[in-house]
């Protein structure tokens, strides 16, 4: 069959594949000689090539000339004449709907002037792109806001809100909150909405509440603060798979909150102390949700954490998050491995007992646990051990490996040999503990099958006794094992002797094992060698 009977749909996805496979300049020109070849191509080569748009620059060039110009003043923006009439209008409609998706960026102040802005809101068709289904607003002025609301139209599936595109928030003001108080009504079957709408102030929390309360076929939201009447909306849309948001208020979490019984991928919370995340917690129930993250801010005047609300935050979750859950990461913002207060990292008092943490082993089918922020040093052997056998199917273990503790582990190389043995899929180990020779000729050694899938180790501040023992010992339970990554020294600070030359005792790991490795590969390639040439003498 010629090239040219082939079905619109087939030539669609030939064009859509020279649009990917080559840079944005020859794509373009290429569909656009495409769209010159023949009848047959104009159409979906046109579709292909106006499907996405950066800014209005494009549909503006598209203006007769004596239209537009660049601005005599020589900052060099796009400005208009005269108003465009009717029938220079129809050029810009025969354009206008193809465009799918639009990325309007904060540098579009020095490419349209205010002319253009004025005309495009005034524009002869209500809805400037009629089938628009994806908006990516990284703009936070607002001489742009009437022509954002011109662009909410009813076919928009995904939309993000933010001040750039490099930025999270998109800074409250009123004209802001006009305009999502008629999202709902403007943009009804929105699937993807991001819009931290950041502020302290409740009447913003329920501005963006109320707008996530207009949206019911919502599959992914990404939001800020948000109140529990939009709370309990979420937790009803059967549609809800992915949900980030933020808490301030505690006092707002203090009733009874919403159950999410249907299955969600991803739960993302922040929360501005480990006391408020425990408090929201509380009240809030999600009976299938695969993965949760929970960033807290760190306080940097302050201690990390209260000792003291961490047993109260992961009674709560262990309570209100389905035996399900697969994946568990909580982290602090700022990471804590900045922290290096002396003080601070060598008080006992922040050494979190095996009780406290105790509440997470039903969770049975975790393949992920994060909590790397912890002063893990009165773990012991046994209680890893414990842990690893209520995770047996862990993947990925981040454990008091996230900050520079300088409170001596109780957890010795015998525990990450428990690891070893009772996590079997595991192929990330961060974690801290005090590396020494162990017996090899007895359990548990001789009874843990070696892991090779794991290639690289993260030791934190891990003391470190017999490097060549250590480097022998995860050698032959970790084959695979390349290097192992560490802490650097902490300046002006004199730690314990326990903690001091951990860097040069974990460097000459590196080195045998790096000797241990070429052995390897050796003795590979001979036996290879003898196999595929067994009677050679």
């Known amino acids: 069959m010629h090239v040219c009977l082939l079905p619109a749909e087939i030539l669609l996805d030939i064009f859509a594949i020279i649009h990917e496979d080559y840079n944005s300049v020859i794509s373009h020109a290429t569909l656009a000689a495409l769209a010159r070849t023949c009848r047959t191509f104009k159409e979906p080569a046109l579709d292909t090539l106006w499907k996405h748009i950066d800014g209005f620059e494009p549909l503006i060039l598209c203006f007769p000339e004596g239209v537009h110009d660049r601005d005599v003043l020589g900052l060099g923006k796009l400005t208009f004449i005269r108003p465009p009439l009717a029938r220079e209008w129809s050029i810009f409609s025969q354009y206008a709907h193809r465009i799918r998706s639009l990325t309007f960026e904060p540098s579009e102040s020095d490419v349209i002037d205010d002319r253009i802005v004025q005309a495009l809101i005034s524009a002869p068709s209500l809805t400037l792109l009629p089938n628009l289904c994806r908006l990516h607003w990284f703009n936070d002025q607002e001489c742009f806001i009437p022509l954002l609301r011109c662009l909410l139209v009813p076919t928009i599936r995904s939309l993000e809100l933010r001040s750039s595109s490099s930025g999270t928030s998109w800074v409250p003001s009123f004209a802001k909150s006009a305009l999502l108080t008629s999202l709902g009504a403007r943009c009804p079957s929105i699937r993807e909405f991001k819009c931290v709408y950041q502020s302290d102030s409740e009447d913003n929390s329920d501005i963006i509440s109320d707008a996530v309360c207009g949206s019911r076929e919502l599959f992914h939201l990404e939001t800020g603060v948000l109140n529990t009447q939009a709370l309990y909306h979420l937790a009803s849309l059967p549609s809800l798979k992915s949900l980030y948001f933020r808490t301030y208020n505690i006092d707002s979490t203090q009733t009874d909150g919403p159950e999410f019984i249907s299955q969600i991928n991803l739960v993302h919370i922040a929360a501005p102390s480990l006391f408020a995340l425990a408090h929201c917690l509380r009240n809030i129930r999600f009976l299938c949700c695969r993965s949760v993250a929970l960033d807290i801010d760190l306080n940097p005047w302050g201690a990390p954490y209260d000792p003291l609300v961490v047993p109260e935050f992961i009674i709560s979750f262990s309570k209100h998050f389905s035996p399900a859950l697969e994946h568990l990461s909580v982290s602090f913002e700022p990471p804590l ?187 590979k390639s001979v036996d290879q060698a003898t196999h595929e040439c067994p009677d050679a003498p």
């Not at 490996?401 to 109780?410: D, F, I, T, Y």
């Not at 695979?480 to 326990?498: A, E, H, I, M």
């Open 337 to 523: 491995f900045s922290l290096e207060d002396e003080d601070i990292l060598a008080d006992s008092h922040f050494a979190l007992a095996f009780d406290v943490i105790a509440p997470l082993l039903s969770l049975s089918r975790l393949t992920k646990v994060d909590l790397d922020w912890i002063c893990a040093s009165a773990i012991d052997d046994a209680s890893l051990k414990r842990m690893a056998q209520s995770w047996p199917l862990l993947q990925e273990f981040y454990f008091g490996s996230g900050c520079r503790w300088l409170v001596p582990p109780s957890l010795t190389f015998i525990g990450f040999i428990y690891l070893i043995q009772h996590c079997p899929a595991l192929r990330t180990i961060d974690m801290t503990f005090c590396a020494c020779s162990v017996d090899t000729d007895s359990e548990p050694f001789t009874k843990t099958i070696p892991n090779e899938n794991i290639t690289n180790i993260f030791v934190g501040m891990s003391p470190i006794v017999d490097p060549v023992a250590v480097a022998c010992q995860l050698h032959t339970l970790v084959p695979n094992l390349s290097g192992v990554d560490r802490f650097g020294p902490l300046l002006d600070v004199d730690p314990t002797s326990q903690f001091r030359n951990i860097d040069e005792g974990w460097a000459k790991v590196d080195e045998f094992l790096m000797v241990l490795n070429t052995a390897a590969k050796m003795r």
